[in-house]
């Protein structure tokens, strides 16, 4: 019965954006990781076909379960070795079993298959985690990137330098090279893991993709200024931002679930943070001309998304409710937008970074074009897209000079200043290839989306 709780928990924790399925298992602490990692995985990649079973024989209505935890019974009653557990659960899903197995049986004769497995997406067949590189990132607080390597090496691996392209590059089981525009992250074949080294438990390495890393990296505070992380939790992107200012300064955290700032805590404990404040609040409530916040000059928003991006949370979208989905979205942009706006207010703001794991327009796009007219309208002088500037008129911001960065899986940089001679600093980094150019139609401001790396999730 614990092993079907704790997979429900795990999925719909993955679902929400909460972390990795790999690594909210072996978060869990569960008595049997390997049993229950099995589950998780072979459950979430039937799960849009176990939903479809699960709706068409009104399960939850006759049940009371929810539908996480209906996912589970059903994978291992139709696909696994049966239901392993007691009690009432067990007699419910055998009462269920003839019409569950009718609903699977009528679902492959539709589609002309036999094999469970036949029932997947092509895409499905092969994980992206097969695929794509596994990244890790240098925990700088605790360790080097030099020492980092020179363990690794000692323990076995092999390192082949910093690599000039990952797009066609093949690593053996083994090997790793350094990234070409992060410095401190590693990349090793797909399947590496980590979750059991020493590094990883003594906090000196984080396992976090690419695509993770770049909000921080392009926000690049500096040591000692005073930063917001948002929707901080699960908390990578907070570790991430107190190394890049050295542990000196000011890094507020906030999230509104009580339990993944519980979590998030303990993670930063693990990392070396000693500069951050948690606190279980609403971001859009707090107040920027308060005293606290007088001085925040760095804002790291990386608000609840539909998780679109993540590669082991794509659905198959022959299945999906798009009036549904529609809905869902317009609700998320709309909450975006708002935090957008309120971070736009903090009097001392300098930077901003907007992120999100979406592929879709409404929440990357059109959250940012609005953000876009909101800074017209009250004061922008200059955007600026890489080496591209227009100047727009509008009426002077007095005292109040900011630079706005909206970062999601399209880059597009905005500066703001009361003169438009007066910009605030820019980090010395090399945008221009982390990403490449943005092509602007300068009266419709269209924005193409630039595509930066899946945020892999495995």
Known sequence: MALYMKAAEILEKAESKQGALKTLVYDSKFSNIKQLFALVCETHKFSSILEEIIESTKLLKQTKLRMHLAKVLTYDLLMGRGVKCGGNWKTVMMKHRS???AALARKKVKQRVSKNEDL????ALRPAGELLPRYVRVNTLKTTVEDTVDYLKRDGFSYLGQASKLDDLTLKKRDFVRDMYLPELLVFSPKTDFHEHFLYKAG???LQDKASCLPAYLLNPPPGSHVIDACAAPGNKTSHLAAIMKNKGRLFAFDLDAKRLATMST????????IHQLAHQDFLKLNPDSSQFKDVEYILLDPSCSGSGMVCLQDD???????KNQMRLASLASFQLRCLNHGLKFPSLKRLVYSTC???????????????????HSGLNEVYTHSTSVFVPAPPRPAHTASLWLCWRNILRIRSASKSQQ?????QRNYHTVCPSVRRELLTLKLQRLKTNQHLQQ
Not at 120 to 123: K, T, V
Not at 267 to 274: E, H, I, S
Not at 359 to 373: I, S
Not at 423 to 427: A, C, D
């Open 99 to 101: 019409r569950l197995q």
């Open 120 to 123: 997947l997406p092509s895409s």
């Open 204 to 206: 000196h390495i984080i």
């Open 267 to 274: 993670l930063q404990l693990r990392a070396g943070v000693t």
């Open 317 to 323: 979208d022959s299945t999906a409710d798009q009036e």
């Open 358 to 376: 979406s592929v879709h327009r409404q929440e990357n796009e059109d959250v940012v074009t609005a953000g876009w007219f909101l800074c017209c």
């Open 423 to 427: 910009f605030t600093s820019v980090p």
